[in-house]
């Protein structure tokens, strides 16, 4: 299982912590949920182009197949009020586990490689996907991000888990990985493992992750979400106490299913507000 960060492919998303103690939010759900609030009225546009772009280049967008005028976010933001779209929804699909993807194939093939895409929940079926750019060095690193608007199949997508579910399944996976964790030997990480351990078990939601209005619950299961997660990069660095390479492999095994546990509630925390909703 591959653990990066914001990048392409299977590095895509895990919210790692910043040297701050900061978890980090995938891009297409913090535009899910601020472009929902936005289409809502909860938020202006200059607090989703702040909650979205981050520490971003700002972002571009590239739709001449659906909305050639968008070039930025605010013009697509603008497109999606004038298309009638009341909200957004984020799907975060890995290869193997491909739940929430509408179709069609070359988009699901892009959402994939991305890792990420966001999807409108009502009005025109259009789906977005976040093409991203590393540029600068490992000292002041930069990303240029470019939202891929397409259109996309107009069929119901079933939610991978509901919040309530979702708040199970992490429980159950907190004593799993707390198991996997036992027999990681923590020193083969480095000297500092410990505390990079510490630090991403204390990590915290930076201040405005999601919208004034976001359930409180919805909160919870997006912070467990990505602090088991980040936990759980860091065991992928080591095969732990694994001797042999079933062990290897079953240990693996395991912290992949941990690892969709963690997306599919990342994906319950942003979407349930807009069920909710609609």
Same mark, same amino acid.
């Given at each position: 299982?591959?653990?990066g960060?914001?990048g392409? $492919?299977a590095?895509?998303?895990?919210?790692?912590?910043t040297? $701050?103690?900061?978890?980090?939010?995938? /891009?297409? *759900?913090?535009?899910?949920?601020?472009?929902?609030?936005?289409?809502?009225?909860r938020?202006?546009?200059?607090?989703?182009?702040?909650a979205?772009?981050?520490?971003? #280049?700002?972002?571009?967008?590239?739709?001449?197949?659906?909305?050639?005028a968008?070039t930025?976010?605010?013009?697509?933001?603008?497109? &999606?009020?004038?298309?009638?779209?009341?909200?957004l /929804?984020?799907?975060?699909?890995?290869?193997?586990?491909?739940?929430? &993807?509408?179709?069609?194939?070359?988009?699901? @093939?892009?959402?994939?490689?991305?890792?990420e895409?966001?999807l409108?929940?009502?009005?025109?079926?259009?789906?977005?996907?976040?093409e991203?750019? #590393?540029?600068?060095?490992?000292? #002041?690193?930069?990303?240029?991000?470019?939202?891929?608007? /397409?259109a996309?199949? #107009?069929? =119901?997508v079933? =939610?991978?888990?509901?919040?309530?579910?979702?708040?199970?399944?992490?429980?159950?996976g907190?004593?799993?990985?707390?198991?996997?964790?036992? /027999?990681?030997?923590?020193?083969?990480?480095?000297?500092?493992a410990?505390?990079?351990?510490?630090?991403?078990?204390?990590?915290?939601?930076p201040?405005?992750?999601?919208?004034?209005?976001t359930?409180?619950? @919805?909160?919870?299961?997006?912070?467990?979400a990505?602090?088991?997660?980040?936990?759980l990069?860091?065991?992928?660095?080591?095969?732990g106490?694994?001797?042999n390479a079933?062990?290897?492999?079953?240990?693996?095994?395991? &912290?992949?299913?941990?690892?969709?546990?963690?997306?599919h *509630?990342?994906?319950?925390?942003?979407?349930? =507000?807009?069920?909710?909703?609609?």
């Amino acid at each position: 299982m591959t653990l990066g960060h914001a990048g392409s $492919g299977a590095d895509t998303y895990p919210p790692t912590p910043t040297l $701050g103690g900061v978890l980090d939010i995938p /891009r297409s *759900a913090r535009l899910a949920a601020w472009g929902t609030a936005w289409l809502q009225g909860r938020a202006s546009a200059a607090d989703v182009l702040r909650a979205v772009t981050g520490d971003d #280049e700002p972002h571009l967008v590239e739709s001449a197949e659906v909305l050639p005028a968008a070039t930025h976010l605010p013009g697509l933001l603008t497109g &999606l009020r004038d298309a009638a779209v009341p909200a957004l /929804r984020v799907v975060l699909p890995v290869p193997g586990d491909p739940v929430g &993807l509408p179709g069609p194939p070359a988009f699901n @093939s892009a959402a994939l490689e991305a890792g990420e895409c966001v999807l409108t929940a009502g009005g025109t079926a259009w789906g977005a996907v976040p093409e991203v750019a #590393e540029f600068g060095s490992q000292w #002041e690193p930069g990303w240029q991000v470019t939202w891929q608007l /397409r259109a996309v199949a #107009e069929r =119901p997508v079933p =939610p991978p888990m509901g919040l309530a579910e979702a708040e199970r399944a992490l429980k159950e996976g907190l004593l799993a990985a707390t198991d996997a964790l036992d /027999r990681l030997d923590v020193a083969a990480l480095g000297p500092d493992a410990a505390v990079r351990l510490q630090r991403v078990r204390s990590a915290a939601l930076p201040a405005g992750a999601l919208p004034a209005g976001t359930p409180p619950r @919805s909160l919870q299961v997006l912070a467990t979400a990505g602090r088991l997660r980040a936990v759980l990069s860091l065991a992928t660095e080591d095969d732990g106490a694994a001797v042999n390479a079933w062990q290897a492999g079953e240990r693996a095994r395991t &912290l992949r299913e941990l690892d969709g546990i963690c997306r599919h *509630a990342v994906v319950a925390a942003v979407n349930d =507000p807009v069920d909710q909703l609609l």
